[in-house]
């Protein structure tokens, strides 16, 4: 071949290429809380993302970083959305983005929640902070085709009730049949809800153990205590589901950054069925 005819081939390959960003300019930004912000994204020009609940992106910007954020957004409906809590420097810059602001966006990348698996049973989400922002396309999917399911139940710990994710909506669930439980660590003088451990709340879903699946996203360690309390009331492990938000690179298996055993999470998690984790979790972070 011609070496002018592969370098066109190497062209017209690049726009497929996982690992390279597209511009998307913010068109929508809300502060949902003190320290998270979400972002509404859409493409400067080509096609929106398709993508699969529990999936993510690596969102940044050329010369500050990129991190990878669980895309937050309705999988049957653009614009792309992300919610960002601010921890670090790129979380920060993208927290501080304004509309027309343009950001780089790769994937999406890793595994779904395949919320599917519990169609004819009962679903069970359990979640604290931002772990509901992963959760939230999930959630979207579960309202939208409500009837296939026996009972949904969503259990949401947040700091404190201004740390509550996205109020609105959790009403807006509820009155479509979703069992929406919440609980906050630290009250506040007019805070009428319960204060605790969002594990308290798992007596009170209303699902039967023998035909749940169970969807989990937060801390390690709650997620740790909640499969626990799950696996006492006899849920199959096989049925209890995490999502493994450890520190990730390039999102495709390549840099070994986020390498757990033989397990690259960005590829073959983030979301991971209970036993295969199992055995994995007592491994520290790098
Ligand atoms: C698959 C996946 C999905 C994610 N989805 C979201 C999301 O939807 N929304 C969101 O706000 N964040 C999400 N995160 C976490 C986000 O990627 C980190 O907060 C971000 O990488 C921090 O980068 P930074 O440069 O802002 O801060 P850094 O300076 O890199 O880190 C600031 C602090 O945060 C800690 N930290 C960094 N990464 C993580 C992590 N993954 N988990 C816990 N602590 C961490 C660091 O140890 C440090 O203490 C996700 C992570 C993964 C792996």
Redesign the pocket.
């Known amino acids: 071949m011609p070496s002018t005819e592969l370098g066109t081939h190497a062209l017209e390959a690049a726009p497929d290429d996982p690992m390279l960003p597209r511009p998307f300019r913010v068109v929508a930004r809300h502060q949902d809380t003190a320290d998270?912000a979400t972002l509404d994204l859409e493409p400067v020009d080509g096609p929106g993302l398709i993508f699969t609940p529990g999936q993510?992106t690596m969102l940044g910007r050329l010369g500050v970083?990129e991190?990878?954020?669980?895309i937050?957004g309705d999988p049957a409906a653009p614009p792309l959305r992300?919610?960002?809590?601010d921890?670090?420097?790129?979380?920060?810059m993208l927290v501080q983005a304004r509309v027309g602001d343009v950001l780089e966006v790769r994937g999406p990348y890793?595994t779904g929640w395949e919320v599917a698996d519990g169609a004819g049973g009962d679903v069970l989400v359990v979640t604290g902070g931002?772990g509901l922002?992963?959760l939230r396309p999930a959630l979207l999917q579960l309202v939208a085709q409500r009837d296939r399911y026996r009972n949904v139940t969503l259990l949401y710990g947040a700091r404190s009730p201004a740390d509550q994710l996205y109020p609105d909506e959790l009403k807006q669930w509820a009155a479509r049949g979703i069992e929406v439980h919440t609980i906050v660590d630290h009250g506040t003088a007019d805070w009428r809800g319960r204060v605790g451990l969002v594990t308290s709340l798992i007596p009170r879903a209303n699902v039967d153990p023998t035909q749940t699946l169970a969807l989990l996203c937060g801390p390690e360690v709650m997620m740790r205590m909640v499969t626990n309390a799950l696996l006492d009331v006899g849920v199959d492990p096989g049925r209890v589901r995490w999502?493994m938000?450890?520190?990730?690179k390039c999102g495709v298996g390549l840099c070994g950054h986020?390498q757990l055993r033989d397990l690259f999470l960005c590829v073959d998690g983030?979301v991971l069925d209970y036993p295969v984790l199992a055995p994995l979790i007592a491994t520290r972070e790098l």
């Open positions: 998270t993510f970083g991190v990878p954020i669980s937050s992300h919610t960002i809590r921890l670090g420097g790129v979380t920060h890793g931002i922002a992963p999502s938000e450890r520190n990730m986020c983030p």
